[in-house]
T-cell receptor, first 114, second 116 residues
Framework: AQSVTQLGSHVSVSEGALVLLRCNYS??????LFWYVQYPNQGLQLLLK??????LVKGINGFEAEFKKSETSFHLTKPSAHMSDAAEYFC????????????FGKGTKLSVKP | DTGVSQDPRHKITKRGQNVTFRCDPI?????LYWYRQTLGQGPEFLTY????????KSRLLSDRFSAERPKGSFSTLEIQRTEQGDSAMYLC??????????????FGPGTRLTVL
């Protein structure tokens, strides 16, 4: 069965520092991959998605992620953190042949220190 | 486009009671999904509809759970004889229903259920 592993349930960075949130998936066939962000008391918002086109995917709010098949990874990065980036981030996969049902990781809570 | 809405936002009930949640998807979205999110976990898929047809149900969806989308627009999720383990955030999402699995799902704010 497909699974998603997010390393680090909590990541803390200083404002202006690099943000790196890790995501690894288990699949012999590359799935479709997504990153969602969840702010307190709000629904999940799509940051970006990988659909087997370019391996470097650019999303909203300056975030990007790189698909690496050899490492089965899809890590999320942002060069310079803002205070407004503090939220919970979820990596998700949609296995090939599925009906679009998403399998989520457990999430990583990002804190940004002034 | 007003986004996906869910009602109520919060529900507190006693064990053994029945509860019903409503989800209004983005208009003209053909697919509607239900997920459950417990504390410290990511959302887990429960079921989904293509128009009014319920096409897939997770094994997480016990026989106490039932979902409907009678006219292919809004959907309801009912939990009968609630248990404390049902306490969670119930999320609804909708998508256009385009072919393939790159369809973006738009999520509502969720209904937080607390079973006492």
């Amino acid at each position: 069965a497909q699974s998603v592993t997010q390393l680090g349930s909590h990541v803390s960075v200083s404002e202006g520092a690099l943000v790196l949130l890790r995501c690894n998936y288990s699949s012999s066939v590359p799935p479709y991959l997504f990153w969602y962000v969840q702010y307190p008391n709000q629904g999940l918002q799509l940051l970006l998605k990988y659909t087997s086109a370019a391996t470097l995917v650019k999303g909203i709010n300056g975030f990007e992620a790189e698909f690496k098949k050899s490492e089965t990874s899809f890590h999320l990065t942002k060069p310079s953190a803002h205070m407004s980036d503090a939220a919970e981030y979820f990596c998700a996969v949609s296995p090939p042949g599925s009906q679009g049902n998403l399998i989520f990781g457990k999430g990583t809570k990002l804190s940004v220190k002034p | 486009d007003t986004g996906v809405s869910q009602d109520p936002r919060h529900k507190i009930t006693k064990r053994g009671q029945n509860v019903t949640f409503r989800c209004d998807p983005i208009s003209e979205h053909n697919r509607l999904y239900w997920y459950r999110q417990t504390l410290g976990q990511g959302p887990e898929f429960l079921t989904y509809f293509q128009n009014e047809a319920q096409l897939e149900k997770s094994r997480l969806l016990s026989d106490r759970f039932s979902a409907e989308r009678p006219k292919g627009s809004f959907s309801t999720l009912e939990i009968q004889r609630t248990e404390q383990g049902d306490s969670a955030m119930y999320l609804c999402a909708s998508s256009l229903g385009l072919a393939g699995t790159t369809d973006t799902q738009y999520f509502g704010p969720g209904t937080r259920l607390t079973v006492l």
